[in-house]
């Protein structure tokens, strides 16, 4: 199988938000794993109606499918590539601080290092989906907004020196690539272990934001279907589909 992530790449200095230009009408037309990167995006967009913040330093880029029939087979895909990312950012930083953050974010220790973020338009039974993904990589953690600071971190700061952030963005691809040719021969569910081993706050009690509700729970295992198990405070296991651990 021919790689196709990738193959064709437009590359921005300065733009609004690789998600939005991604899915905006100019490239309805480009080949199934487009990548459209940014050095700087001055309108990046977070999960949850947050914005990005996204200066020059970090890598911003997405990743577009154009005319995907199962939208939902592609949370297998965004975790797979979130695994990936961490495999590469282990190359830098120690193994047992860097763990993901269910479903898509990377932490070291308890910052955040890495997000990502799917945005899809639908149109009859076909999807355009954009993969988001923003990685902090030399960004200059102290010209972060004051109230973030305390929640983020970077590549570069961790590991003490400026990272070559081309050959990260090379490297990954070929990563990329690998995971998404087992994710098309639906080879998911080999990387599971992979990824219960490195979940962010296994075993312990987390806060959750559900339905603009917050719930406490313990983290038991990311399944097979990309849901979350959890355990409440009488012992009933539940799947959680949609939310987010605070
Ligand atoms: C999150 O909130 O954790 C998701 C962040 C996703 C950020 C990336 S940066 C590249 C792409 N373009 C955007 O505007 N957002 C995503």
């Known amino acids: 199988m021919k790689n196709l992530i990738g193959l064709k790449i437009f590359h921005f200095k300065k733009i609004s938000s690789t998600n ?14 487009t990548i459209f990167i940014a050095d700087e995006q001055t309108d990046g967009i977070g999960r949850k109606n947050r914005k990005w913040y996204s200066p020059v330093g970090g890598l911003y880029f997405t990743i577009l499918f154009n005319q995907v029939e199962q ?68 960004s200059n953690i102290n ?17 003490g020196k400026t990272v070559d952030k081309k050959g990260f963005m090379d490297a990954l691809l070929i990563d990329i690539n690998h995971y ?11 990387y599971i272990d992979n990824i219960n081993n490195c979940l962010y706050k296994k075993g312990q009690l987390a806060e959750f934001l559900i339905n603009e509700e917050n719930i406490n729970y313990k983290i038991l295992e990311v399944n097979k279907d990309c849901s979350l198990s959890v355990m409440d405070e009488r012992n009933h296991i539940t799947k959680i589909i949609y939310g987010e651990v605070i």
């Open 20 to 33: 939005k230009i991604a899915l905006s009408k100019q490239y309805i037309n480009v080949p199934n794993g």
């Open 180 to 190: 998404y040719k087992e994710f098309v021969k639906d080879r998911f569910n080999s």
């Open 71 to 138: 939208l939902e087979c592609y949370n297998k895909f965004s975790m797979l590539i979130t695994l990936s990312i961490r495999n590469n950012l282990l190359d830098y930083l120690r193994d047992e601080f860097v763990k993901i953050k269910w479903p898509n974010d990377i932490y070291y220790r308890d910052r955040k290092i890495c997000g990502i973020l799917l945005q899809s338009i639908t149109e009859g039974v076909k999807s355009r989906l954009a993969i988001g993904i923003g990685i902090n990589i030399n």
């Open 143 to 159: 010209e972060f907004p004051e109230e973030m600071k305390p929640f983020v971190t970077s590549l570069s700061h961790i590991y």
